[in-house]
């Protein structure tokens, strides 16, 4: 499912992994989804990206492409380096309905991919007529060569398939005008136990499913928080805390700072990058 909020407020085609994330790693490595296609390529250093549930390790010369409405989080170490590109969705732009992870070993592959990003890039930022129709046959390019290039199919398995689910429930989950849905409702709308979804999740990428839908909960809170300056009694009420003192708790377990105190640094922090 394909939202309409855009979690990014202006989502440049080219950034750089800590462009992307705007100084703030929760944006990218708590579990989300974004209204527009990702792609994902880290040049160098390591990386972790959990996709629909599934946890992978990533090293130079990796690539992620993530669909649109993909629920997934990435997270990486001080000495990685990378690209994120940013597409909307389109029916010009061949995009995979399920993710791809290309582990890019040819020197010659690298620089295919390479190019094509920067084609984007420069494409994303000229001014001249039909830059966007340029902008959209490169990226076409660049997924006609993702799908050649993937080489292996990752076996189906009932786990994934759950993980898969379980994934799409929490991204449908944000279009409903009360959220706050327990691990245990999951559960019961997957048709499976509790256990066994914490166990099967535990195993596919790390965490709890308890743990994963608090990460998913923790973004949602900040992005109104500190992108659109919803007050925390409204927060609370959309996510589906029983009171503000819980949502506010629930902030400051997590975070170490009130919801207030988020929404006045997130502030400062945009008045000094404009200044």
């Given at each position: 499912?394909?939202?309409?909020?855009?979690t990014?407020?202006h989502?440049?085609?080219?950034?750089?992994?800590?462009?992307?994330?705007?100084?703030a790693?929760?944006?990218?490595?708590?579990?989300?989804?974004?209204?527009?296609?990702?792609?994902?390529?880290?040049t160098?250093?390591?990386?972790?990206?959990?996709?629909?549930?599934?946890?992978?390790?990533?090293?130079?010369?990796n690539?992620?492409?993530?669909?649109?409405?993909?629920?997934?989080?990435?997270?990486?170490?001080?000495?990685?380096?990378?690209?994120?590109?940013?597409l909307?969705?389109?029916?010009?732009?061949d995009?995979?309905?399920?993710?791809?992870?290309?582990r890019?070993?040819e020197?010659?592959?690298?620089?295919?991919?390479?190019?094509?990003?920067?084609?984007?890039?420069?494409?994303?930022?000229?001014?001249?007529?039909?830059?966007?129709?340029?902008?959209?046959a490169?990226?076409?390019?660049?997924?006609?060569?993702?799908?050649r290039?993937?080489?292996?199919?990752e076996?189906?398995t009932?786990?994934?398939?759950?993980?898969?689910?379980?994934?799409?429930?929490?991204?449908?989950?944000?279009?409903?005008p009360?959220?706050?849905?327990?691990?245990?409702?999951?559960?019961?709308?997957?048709?499976?136990t509790?256990?066994?979804?914490?166990?099967?999740?535990?195993?596919?990428?790390?965490?709890?499913?308890a743990?994963?839908?608090?990460q998913?909960?923790?973004?949602?809170?900040?992005?109104?928080?500190?992108?659109?300056?919803?007050?925390?009694?409204?927060?609370?009420?959309?996510?589906?805390?029983?009171?503000?003192?819980?949502?506010?708790?629930?902030?400051?377990?997590?975070?170490?700072?009130?919801?207030?105190?988020?929404?006045?640094l997130?502030?400062?922090?945009?008045?000094?990058?404009?200044a």
């Amino acid at each position: 499912m394909i939202h309409t909020r855009d979690t990014d407020p202006h989502p440049d085609a080219v950034l750089t992994i800590s462009q992307r994330a705007r100084a703030a790693p929760w944006r990218l490595n708590l579990a989300h989804s974004r209204p527009y296609h990702m792609l994902i390529w880290v040049t160098r250093g390591a990386a972790r990206c959990m996709i629909e549930g599934r946890s992978y390790a990533l090293s130079s010369h990796n690539a992620v492409f993530i669909p649109a409405g993909t629920l997934f989080g990435f997270s990486w170490e001080s000495s990685c380096f990378g690209q994120t590109v940013a597409l909307a969705p389109s029916v010009r732009l061949d995009w995979p309905d399920s993710p791809l992870l290309l582990r890019v070993r040819e020197p010659k592959a690298q620089l295919v991919l390479t190019h094509y990003i920067e084609s984007i890039q420069s494409e994303a930022n000229n001014e001249e007529e039909m830059s966007q129709i340029a902008t959209s046959a490169h990226a076409q390019l660049m997924m006609v060569w993702a799908h050649r290039y993937q080489k292996q199919i990752e076996r189906e398995t009932a786990a994934r398939r759950l993980m898969r689910a379980l994934s799409a429930l929490i991204v449908q989950s944000e279009t409903a005008p009360v959220g706050g849905d327990t691990m245990a409702h999951f559960a019961a709308k997957l048709g499976v136990t509790p256990t066994h979804l914490t166990r099967v999740c535990k195993s596919e990428c790390g965490v709890t499913a308890a743990d994963l839908l608090t990460q998913h909960t923790l973004q949602r809170a900040r992005r109104f928080l500190e992108d659109d300056g919803l007050k925390a009694v409204d927060i609370a009420k959309r996510l589906g805390f029983s009171t503000p003192a819980y949502f506010t708790r629930f902030i400051k377990t997590h975070t170490g700072e009130t919801p207030s105190s988020l929404r006045a640094l997130a502030k400062a922090a945009r008045l000094s990058s404009a200044a």
